[in-house]
T-cell receptor
Framework: GENVEQHPSTLSVQEGDSAVIKCTYS??????FPWYKQELGKGPQLIID?????GEKKDQRIAVTLNKTAKHFSLHITETQPEDSAVYFC???????????FGTGTKLQVIP | DAGVIQSPRHEVTEMGQEVTLRCKPI?????LFWYRQTMMRGLELLIY????????DSGMPEDRFSAKMPNASFSTLKIQPSEPRDSAVYFC???????????FGPGTRLTVL
């Protein structure tokens, strides 16, 4: 089955700096890569996603890149703000249905 | 829309007791997922329903766990008998056909003493 590894497990940045979270996946059949943000006491919420036919996608301060050959994908948050503090999960989706394999999560702390 | 609704939000029970977690997916969504989240194992998919039919239950840890979806607006996850190692946050998520985005509920924090 699919295996998703995520690094780092914790990340502290100063407000205004950039944050980068990296993931690798094992199943070359995976074709959809969502990123979820989980705030304390809440369920994960989709913030951005990318499909395997695209190398990069950007939405305001958030961008995601995908390298299919290397099976790497990354989340980039620019101009970080305190409200970006949360746990971020990468995921890979494969198969005929929406089976999602999540990474282990990155706890991001943005220091004001 | 109220989003995915889960109940109870918190459950504390003693080992050996039966536990039932409930989920109401977003109206119109035809896919429903149950996940378990722990510090050690992260987010794990337990079971996936499509149009009320279980499609993949390979993540259900053992026979003590069972899930049902009697109609499009309700699903249950039951643990009988419960054990301390079942302590976790259980999430329900739903999605619509043609979309990969899953909408998660607020979760049920289960503590088995």
């Amino acid at each position: 089955g699919e295996n998703v590894e995520q690094h780092p497990s914790t990340l502290s940045v100063q407000e205004g700096d950039s944050a980068v979270i990296k993931c690798t996946y094992s199943d070359s059949a995976s074709n959809y890569f969502p990123w979820y943000k989980q705030e304390l006491g809440k369920g994960p919420q989709l913030i951005i996603d990318i499909r395997s036919n695209v190398g990069e996608k950007k939405d305001q301060r958030i961008a995601v890149t995908l390298n299919k050959t290397a099976k790497h994908f990354s989340l980039h948050i620019t101009e970080t703000q305190p409200e970006d503090s949360a746990v971020y999960f990468c995921a890979a989706v494969s198969g005929g249905y929406q089976k999602v394999t999540f990474g282990t999560g990155t706890k991001l702390q943005v220091i004001p | 829309d109220a989003g995915v609704i889960q109940s109870p939000r918190h459950e504390v029970t003693e080992m050996g007791q039966e536990v039932t977690l409930r989920c109401k997916p977003i109206s119109g969504h035809n896919s429903l997922f149950w996940y378990r989240q722990t510090m050690m194992r992260g987010l794990e998919l337990l079971i996936y329903f499509n149009n009320n039919v279980p499609i993949d239950d390979s993540g259900m840890p053992e026979d003590r766990f069972s899930a049902k979806m009697p109609n499009a607006s309700f699903s249950t996850l039951k643990i009988q008998p419960s054990e301390p190692r079942d302590s976790a946050v259980y999430f329900c998520a739903s999605s619509s056909s043609g979309s990969n985005e899953q909408f998660f509920g607020p979760g049920t924090r289960l503590t088995v003493l």
